[in-house]
């Protein structure tokens, strides 16, 4: 099955500085990968994600970008912000009608003012 | 708005307890899951359901069971609580094409 790891575990930044976090998976097949940030005491949310077929993806701060060949994906931040500071998520999955997403153990993202 | 609720919020039950977690979502979506979050594991899957009359296990299914009473309900049951599953649980939401879950606002039990 599916194996998601994810590094750094916990991260801390200057504010306006850029945070990137990687996430690696072991499943060939796996072709969407979603990130989410849980802020404190908050559900998780999707703020970004990215399918197999494009290498990079950006909304406005933030980006994603996919090595296919390396299997791992990546978050960045650019400008962080005080409300950046959060867990964020990485995931992958094999839609649609395929398997469930398998998240990897989260990165803590503190953004320092 | 179209949401995923969960009741209870909180709860705190003593071990050898049954309790049940109940998800109720307005989104239309056809697949429902269960997660349970662990400091430093991430999410993992309990249970998920395709439609309302599938059923299948995730990674972590031993100790729990659900029902999916209807599309918009899908709950979980602990049939003889204990501590190891102290934990926040959260229900979640996708439809037919699973691009991108909608997560409920989670479940805090402690056994204790």
């Known amino acids: 099955g599916e194996n998601v790891e994810q590094h750094p575990s916990t991260l801390s930044v200057q504010e306006g500085d850029s945070a990137v976090i990687k996430c690696t998976y072991s499943d060939s097949a796996s072709n969407y990968f979603p990130w989410y940030k849980q802020e404190l005491g908050k559900r998780p949310q999707l703020i970004i994600d990215?399918?197999?077929?494009?290498g990079e993806k950006k909304d406005q701060r933030i980006a994603v970008t996919l090595n296919k060949t390396a299997k791992h994906f990546s978050l960045h931040i650019t400008e962080t912000q005080p409300e950046d500071s959060a867990v964020y998520f990485c995931?992958?999955?094999?839609?649609?009608?395929?398997?469930?997403?398998?998240f990897g153990p989260g990165t803590r993202l503190s953004v320092l003012p | 708005d179209a949401d995923v609720t969960q009741t209870p919020r909180n709860r705190i039950t003593k071990t050898g307890k049954r309790i049940m977690l109940e998800c109720s979502q307005t989104?239309?979506?056809?697949?429902m899951y269960w997660y349970r979050q662990d400091p430093g594991l991430g999410l993992r899957l309990i249970y998920y359901s395709f439609d309302v009359k599938d059923i299948n296990k995730g990674e972590i299914s031993d100790g729990y069971s659900v029902s999916r009473q209807a599309q918009a309900k899908f709950s979980l049951s602990l049939e003889s609580a204990i501590p190891n599953q102290t934990a926040l649980y959260f229900c979640a939401t996708s439809d037919s094409t699973a691009y991108g879950y909608t997560f409920g606002s989670g479940t805090r039990l402690t056994v204790v």
């Open positions: 990215i399918r197999s077929n494009v």
């Open positions: 995931a992958a999955s094999r839609p649609p009608g395929g398997q469930n997403f398998v």
């Open positions: 989104k239309g979506h056809d697949r």
